[in-house]
């Protein structure tokens, strides 16, 4: 997922901290959703493949927004 978060602050400016805490906003859920998308076809692993899929669905019904919380 870190080619996915680079492009991610590449296009809104947001660094997705992987040790902290990030405000991912409503508005930005599609544009996640579309990078993940773009991604898909460079994956050859089903396992990743699989994985992405799954967080393309959960991100669909998001409706107020996220808090990503690091590791």
């Not at 996915?4 to 602050?9: G, P, Q, R």
Request: net charge positive; hydrophobic share 40%.
């Amino acid at each position: 997922m870190k080619d996915i978060w680079v492009d991610y602050k590449k296009l809104t400016g947001i660094f997705i901290d992987p040790y902290g805490k990030t405000r991912i906003y409503q508005d930005h859920v599609p544009l996640i959703v579309s990078l993940i998308n773009k991604s898909l076809a460079d994956i050859v692993d089903p396992y990743s493949k699989h994985a992405r899929l799954n967080l393309i669905g959960k991100l669909s019904i998001v409706k107020d927004g996220l808090l990503a919380i690091g590791d």
